[in-house]
């Protein structure tokens, strides 16, 4: 069973920086894409970043380009969100997620979940 932990959340002033970190067990194949989501309040989950299991390209969001960074270490089964400049809008559960899914692009549907992170942005 697929099991995802995150950490690495917390306060924040704004233009602050933070990592997250979301260690990943129990994977059964070789083949798995991998992101970074977030739910604010009152608001839709939303992905932030992935990574495509075919050749490690990376997406991100329109609002977090420039600003947040996804990276992988997999002899540590870890993926990293770093994010930076962040501002008021970031405040949200981030949640990471996995999908057995083996492509150049990421997958729309995420089967396995961690248990999501807060980040909080505030003066």
């Known amino acids: 069973q697929v099991q995802l932990v995150e950490s690495g959340g917390g306060l924040v002033q704004p233009g602050g920086s933070l990592r997250l970190s979301c260690v990943g067990s129990g994977f059964t194949s070789e083949h798995y894409a991998l992101a970074w989501f977030r739910q604010a309040p009152g608001k839709e989950r939303e992905r932030v970043a992935c990574i495509a299991s075919s050749d490690g390209r990376r997406f991100y969001a329109d609002f977090v380009k420039g600003r947040f960074t996804m990276s992988s270490d997999n002899a540590k089964n870890t993926v990293y969100l770093e994010m930076t400049n962040l501002n008021a809008d970031d405040t949200a559960v981030y949640y990471c997620?996995?999908?057995?899914?083996?492509?150049?692009?990421?997958?729309?549907?995420?089967?396995?979940w961690g248990q999501g992170t807060q980040v909080t942005v505030s003066s």
């Open positions: 997620a996995a999908q057995s899914f083996y492509s150049i692009l990421c997958p729309r549907d995420y089967g396995h």
